[in-house]
């Protein structure tokens, strides 16, 4: 099983990379998304500090109605995630639901995917030092970037923080990195935020466990530093929609393909979802990602990365990596896990629990199929999920 998975993640990892003609389709896009929902989006060009720009989206109207006062929540996406995760759902997403309810709505985009790939002075395309960034640079630069510009353009104080899977460990990274920051989040809550890693076993990690130095080697060889974005990929997205598209019979022809991603059960994958979600994902990422995650897993810690001994004493002034430091983490913290999780396992979201200050709830989803694409794309989503987070932000509302 683990050799057929191999296999897979192999010829995954080629077409990503090697098998290119680039054109980007606005296809479910998050303008169309909204707009099919009754809502306009606003788009807004956040800077970091070392210079990347990343897109994020503002949710501004639905049925060409305005309100005013809301409270802003920010949404952010996972590891080859988008925006447009938040979206996909129709009536039932989470970006529509908390709209209806109120809230000012802002979809974040992390550094790396098809949205955020520019940079004021680097080329992705020549420039190999685009790349070279993890989890880190999200928790130090993106995060407080996108939070401030939030704040500035809001005039309010605080944000609420919502992040799936790698968008809830760059918002651990930064309130532990960036400590000040702890005060500007009003509630985060962590959708099995990926930052623990020991008990996963997904076959992505647990090969990249014993080939990281390897896979390191080959990518710096091969001088390919980015994993490829579906949508900039013309032949991929072929591949893509010929498992997942509108045609086909996705529970035959798409299920291996969500199988793989989530390493699960799908029982509970709304497969009807599947056309629109393979056109935006995966997102695109860099290499350094997957490796920085393979790391943590190896070494059964949440620390920076570990780019070796030399790099390590140039960057941390250290031959190791440190570690990040939970009892920074300060902001009021709810942390929701599935208990059939592979990529963030249930074990390693009760070791964080137990590591936080300031953690105001541990909660497990009713449903003990629910797995980590669940979070995002289960058939039965708001009773088990979407409830659960509106009833959190109304208790923190001023």
Excluded at 336 to 350: Q, R
Excluded at 360 to 371: P, Q, S, T, W
Aim: hydrophobic letters at 40%; a neutral charge.
């Amino acid at each position: 099983m683990i050799f057929e998975k191999t296999v897979i993640v192999a010829f995954c990892l080629y077409l990503f990379v090697f098998v290119c003609e680039c054109k980007y389709s606005p296809r479910y896009n998050v303008m169309e998304l909204t707009n099919q929902l009754g809502m306009t989006a606003e788009l807004h060009n956040v800077t970091t500090e070392d210079g990347y720009i990343l897109k994020i989206f503002r949710i501004k109207a639905i049925n060409g109605k305005e309100q005013e006062n809301r409270e802003p929540v920010l949404l952010q996406h996972g590891l080859l995630g988008s925006s447009e995760q938040f979206l996909h759902a129709k009536n039932n997403s989470l970006a529509l639901i908390l709209f209806n309810n109120g809230f000012d709505v802002w979809l974040g985009n992390s550094r790396g995917n098809f949205h955020s790939r520019k940079h004021v002075s680097l080329d992705p395309d020549r420039d190999k030092e685009f790349w070279f960034y993890t989890l880190d640079q999200m928790g130090q630069y993106d995060q407080p970037a996108v939070i401030d510009h939030i704040l500035k353009t809001t005039g309010k104080q605080q944000i609420s923080y919502i992040g799936h899977s790698q968008g809830g460990g760059s918002l651990l990274a930064m309130a532990s990195g960036r400590p000040e920051y702890n005060q500007k989040i009003k509630i985060f809550v962590g959708l099995a935020p990926a930052a623990y890693m020991k008990h996963n076993r997904h076959p992505l990690l647990v090969i990249s466990k014993y080939f990281a130095d390897l896979l390191k080697d080959l990518i710096q060889f091969l001088n390919v530093y980015e994993m490829e974005a579906v949508s900039n990929s013309e032949f991929f997205s072929k591949i893509m929609q010929g498992a997942c598209g509108e045609k086909v019979n996705y529970r035959i022809n798409c299920r291996p393909v969500i199988d793989f991603l989530s390493d699960s059960l799908t029982s509970l994958f709304d497969y009807s979802l599947a056309p629109e979600i393979f056109t935006t994902t995966p997102a695109g990422m860099s290499f350094f990602q997957i490796l920085h995650y393979a790391k943590m897993h190896i070494h059964g810690t949440f620390e920076k990365y570990d780019w070796g001994p030399e790099m390590n004493l140039q960057k941390y002034n250290s031959t190791v990596a440190p570690k990040y430091d939970w009892s920074k983490i300060t902001c009021p913290t709810v942390l929701i896990y599935g208990l059939s999780d592979a990529l963030v396992n249930h074990k390693d979201i009760k070791y964080i629990a137990k590591k936080l200050p300031n953690l105001i709830e541990l909660y497990k989803v009713a449903d003990d199929r629910f797995n980590h694409l669940d979070f995002l794309w289960s058939n039965n989503i708001t009773p088990l999920l979407h409830d659960k987070v509106l009833t959190i932000l109304n208790n923190y509302r001023s």
